[in-house]
């Protein structure tokens, strides 16, 4: 496999640095006295054109004179320089680039101008750089500290990101005092080329990173962004502390969903898609980095406390329950064991007080009986400093223990100068410690919460029993275009309910009426009861004009309601531009609850979708929860179950239970709307009317635009959705019908069925091993796959109205992201067949579009069918070198 393309950043074998210099805390010294100080074992360049020497190395006048080749360039030069070094370095053959420099859009147009020249050349010469205006990077295990701060990193697991190289400075101080050790801190400045995506991407393969921290205060990529977290999340924890949570709202928006949803909030569903853990403060993030960077890993939430003070037991008792953490309840045999082992006075309970003269075997007697019950997955032991205490010794007998046990045991020893010591202690041990009980608490639920968000990662969906029909998204396509070229961004009441219609989402029937006799035409049409609305491009919220009219019973009414509307709204707004008016269907349920769904854009993550309470009183209510599309069942039913509305949805006095199932459906089809339309910048479907017997759209309002022009048809999400534009049908030379799709995560079953019942040969052909089923791990990974990133085809066909898997093939891009590395197996009893060509020309062709340039697997040298395949398909078949019994095939895209 291709090494990473930022290998030559993180672990280059020559250093260059353009601006290194003798003058006394410059930039250029302290950065170059820190790269030369801090046991770099490569060689080393200092570029100055003024001097022969620099801090004792040879310096040069240029990169051309070094004669040798660069893998990685430093530059703190002044910005309107650094166009030209760049060009220099591209011709020296330079690939990574770490630009210190400030002067760039920071500082206005004319430094805007100037970091697009500096992205242009580096493109024009392959070259990756962080910055500009960065601290730098530090990789401690290779002697690298490339920063103009005053710390270093000790070596260690955790890797740190930040857009603030302030932030990186106070971490590492922090850092310095714990004795916490890191494998990368980078300061990604303003992040003009090389962003959080592809830092992610070279960490999550990274073995010297075990946890990632991230501090974000905004996000350039989103589709990068999201596809590096989610492929990090499934391998390592990664916190993220996002700054800005209550930054000025966006502009006002025409819609019900645009004034619920702020961009925080966008963000926070992002990384509840992706596994990742949140935090709002550097405490917080201190916390975290302790617990992740610890030997300790949780498997649930339920937390015993000991401690020698009741105060304290009571005060981590209920910062556990504000972060929903359960308090264990002990088993009978653990409380007999306490009573045992404790005064009679202890209290009996969770917290457990052990009385504040304590003695260390008290201490550890405690602990060790908590630790094994099973009902307990971790304890926070406390101390506070009494006259009898011996917070050394408790410490000595903690940190003994804490090797017999697998379970947590973090510590709050809490006071100053008297338990100093201990704290050493407990850092030494690599025993997580906190000054504050409420951090203790917060690293707990840090350490839960990891596990629990794995498990979902790890979850795989159950198939649907629905097949619902396929959406008409070209005629949806049709109808919004019309509104364009009519120079109109808002589309007409009966548009909306027609894109609605598209996707298959009931709606009341309706019209528009011009005259007070097509009202009555059209509501004779539809049938009594009508409601009446008035039509006009300028008005959103047509109720505040007093635009609404409803239940209305009889033709005399329809006219007498069409003039009444029109004269109350001309009074009303003025200035609005009024076409007439909206008849349609009165819908009515003694059971049903008024609900929203809406989407919204967001600047930087694109569609979002938003379901809670509806009717007129929304934005007061305030009852909302927002997901990225796309949605699949369970996600679906995860948003409402966040609502307030959702406790409306059960049976209660005189209603029956509504439809779930039905509003699951219809927030599906929103969310295929959300991915498959991207002109739509913001809809409301307000009320959607739920009863026990379906869902009924009964007021929609839809804004759109031109997208973006781009190739990719799902360039709008953040998230790549299902790529339906992928489906192939196809027949076998015997007249069996077949579709190649690439998977989905609710093919787990059919994928752990055909791996089940390939035979052994077949198994070892393809993993090299003897394998018999997939793991849940393995499952997950090959189903739940990131579309952008790589692609598996499988090939099915019906069998009595269910899927048989015929075979299967997949390609993941290698870390030079310009090759990739393919799989292929098809079963038994289907080979020879086509099957396996028809997967493979499907898979090249996908690989060839997406800008790959190079194909290449492992087949072992006895499988023969394999290679004849490959063969056929003109592939390049060598020995593996230094493995005989391997074939490698390669084929230029």
Known sequence: MQSHYLTPLFSPKSVAMFGASERENSVGEVVFRNLISSGYKGAIYPINPKHEEIQGVKAYKSIEEIGNPVELVVVATPAKSIPAIVEACGLHGVKTMIILSAGFRESGPTGLRLEERVVEVAKEFGIRFIGPNCLGLIRPDQGINITFGNNNAKPGN??????????????????EVNDIGFSTVISTGISADLDFGDYLDYLVSDPKTDSILLYVEGIKNARRFMSGLRAAARIKPVIVLKVGRHAAGAEASMSHTGALVGSDETFSAALSR????????????FSAAKALSSRYRVYGNKLAIITNGGGPGVMAADRASDLDIELASFNDDTIKALNEALPEVWSHGNPVD????????????????????????????ILTPQAMTQPDSVAQELIDLADKHKKPILTSWMGGKQIENARKLFNNAKLPSFRTLENAVDAFYYLSSHQESQRLLLQTPAKSSRRHEQPDAEGARLIIESALSEQRKVLSEPESFALLGAFRINAVRNGIARSANEALILAESIGFPVAMKIFSPDISHKSDAGGIRLNINNAQAVRTNYRDLIEQVKETRPEATIEGVTVEQMYQSPNGRELLIGI??????GP???????????????????????LNRRLASDLIDRTKASKMLDQFRHM????REALVDVLLRVSSMACELPWIQEMDINPLILDDTGAVAVDARIRVNYPRPSTDPYHHLAIHPYPVNLVARTQLPNGINIVIRPIRPEDADLEQNFTRQ?????????????????????????????YHNEMALIAVTEDEHHEVELGVARYVINPDKRSCEFALVVADEWQRQGIGHKLMNHLMGI?????????????????????????SLYFQVTPYPGDNSIKQVVIDL
């Open 608 to 630: 979002v979708i938003s379901f809670g309470s509806g009717g007129t009183t929304v934005e007061v209510m305030g009852d909302s929860a927002i997901a990225l599309p796309p």
């Open 758 to 786: 390939l035979s052994n040969e077949a198994k070892y052909f393809r993993f090299m091993s003897s394998i018999q089923e997939l793991t849940p791990e393995m499952l997950t990974r090959f189903t739940q796959i990131d």
């Open 158 to 175: 955790l890797a740190l990101v930040s857009q603030s190289g302030a932030i990186c400075t106070a971490i590492l101080d922090w850092a």
């Open 600 to 605: 919204v854009r967001d600047p930087v993550f």
């Open 354 to 381: 052990i009385i504040g003269e304590a003695p260390p075997e008290r201490y550890r007697a405690a602990v060790d009986i908590c630790l094994n019950d099973p009902g307990v997955d971790g304890t926070i032991v």
């Open 274 to 285: 992706s596994g990742v853990l949140r935090v709002e403060t550097i405490s917080q993030l």
């Open 847 to 871: 690989a060839r579009d997406r800008g790959l340039e190079r194909m290449e697997g492992e087949v072992l040298s006895n499988n023969f069918k394999m290679l004849d395949l490959m063969k």
């Open 656 to 659: 029956p239970a509504a439809n």
